[in-house]
Each structure stands twice: as C-alpha cells, then as structure tokens.
C-alpha cells in the first residue's frame, strides 16, 4: 500500500533520534557533495535537520521538508538558513529561483516521483545544477530475507527517465550499492526506524513476529549474515547530477 505524504512527513516528524541514526544520510551526502558544484542560491530538498553547506560558495540556503519537527530543528541549528515546510511535489517558490539543488535521499518518498522532479526542474535557473541521491528499487535484501517488512521504491532506471533529455543535459546517473553495518539486529532496525524511514512505500509483505522465540530465531538467522565488520544492511541508492537546460544548452 502506497504511503501518503502526510504519513511519511508524520513517521519523519517523530524520528526525534535522527541524528544518532543517521548513517546511511551521512554517507550518501559525503559522496553527492564530492562531486557537487554547488553556488549562489541553491535549495535543499528534503532537508531534514540541515547540511553544513559552509565548504561550498554557496550565498544563501533555503530549505524544504515535508516535517514540521524537522524544520523547527532545522532552524535552531542553521539559524541563516530559510526553513519553509512544504512538499516536494508542489514546492512554494517562483520559477527559476535558484542556482542549485541539493537533494539527499528524499525525493524517493514523493507519491509521484516525476512530479518532484518537474518541481525541481521548475524552480531552477536556467544553465542550473541539481545533486539527487535516492534509495531505489533493491534495498534492504537481509531485512527482507528475515521476514521483515521492507520498502519497495522504483526501479533506478524509471526514476532515472523522468529527467528527460528535452529539460535536463549533461545527464550524469549512478547506482551504488551502499552497505552499513551493526553490532546485532536491534541496532540495525533502530538505524531504519529512528531516521523515520519505517514510513510504508509500497511495502512487501512482513511475517508477523509470534512472541519471544519467533525474535530470537531472527536474530540467530541474521548472525549468519554476520562479517567481520557486522551485521550488513544494503541499499540500492540512485546519484544523478544533471543540468537544467537553457538558451544556450
């Protein structure tokens, strides 16, 4: 069943431990912002409790989060930033407004995907950039062998066509399998759940847990899993850099 953003921004909005599970964000906004040229004005789509964007050239930060919570969090440890609450799909901003965007692993919980880039596309200058990393069809294989409830997202080259070669060029995209690891499988659940990301996205069908035993078999068939680093949990996660077209491209 297909989530509604008021859910996602409900399930993100209660995420109060968001920085202590944050691995996997902290990861792909490593990777993104090397290769990001990023300037003047630029807007971070799904911002959560804010980026450091303070290496970059960048002028002004104005943000967008679907969850209230995360935006007054925002505001208190980015005070210089412009925190607006809003969707992805429908973002609250004039045409061409911005130099860039900035956008890490959020845009894959918009209801429809194509929507948000056309925002996206939108609110952009002409002959301007956009970073995208976002979780695509694949990830979470261990949870989903163990019986666990899994999230299902597009597939990386569906999400990859909706930046068409009539609106965007210099079209550069990337699938990367990214893996995290952890102690047992309570820590690894808790990484999911206490980032929000426990919202349902076309999710699969869960084995319900039965009591005691049923959680201690899981535990004991995710330590067949286990490696010398831990526990592993992988996502399949989508980076696109693209360049908005203009008079001249």
């Known amino acids: 069943m297909m989530t509604s953003q008021s859910d996602v921004a409900g399930h993100f909005s209660r995420a109060h431990q968001y920085d202590c599970h ?7 906004a490593n990777k993104l912002q090397t290769k990001a040229g990023l300037r003047g004005h630029l807007l971070d789509i799904g911002a959560g409790p804010g980026t ?28 210089s930033y412009e925190a607006v609450c809003a969707d992805a799909s429908a973002l609250p901003f004039a045409d061409g407004r911005f130099d860039c965007l900035y956008s890490n692993l959020a845009l894959q919980w918009c ?18 950039r956009g970073y995208f990393a976002m979780v695509c069809d694949g990830a979470l ?13 597009a597939p990386a080259p569906q999400m990859a066509s909706a930046f068409s070669d009539h609106d965007w060029c210099e079209l550069s995209t990337e699938v990367a399998t990214e893996t995290l690891h952890f102690d047992d499988l309570r820590t690894l659940l808790y990484s999911i759940k206490g980032v ?36 592993p ?6 980076y696109v850099s693209a360049q908005k077209r203009g008079a001249n491209t």
């Open 141 to 153: 294989p261990e949870l989903e062998i163990l019986g666990f409830c899994v999230n299902h997202f």
């Open 111 to 128: 209801s429809d995907f194509t929507v948000a880039v056309a925002e996206a596309y939108r609110v952009l200058k002409p002959g301007g």
């Open 52 to 79: 450091d964007f303070s290496l970059f050239p960048v002028n002004r930060v104005t943000t967008v989060d679907i969850a209230f919570a995360m935006c007054q969090r925002l505001r208190c440890l980015h005070p």
């Open 22 to 28: 944050n691995l996997l964000q902290r990861l792909t």
């Open 196 to 231: 929000g990301a426990s919202a349902r996205h076309g999710a699969g069908q869960a084995k319900a847990l039965r009591g005691r035993a049923d959680w201690l078999a899981r535990v004991d068939n995710a330590e067949r899993t286990r490696t010398p680093k831990g526990l």
């Open 233 to 238: 949990l992988s996502y399949q996660i989508l």
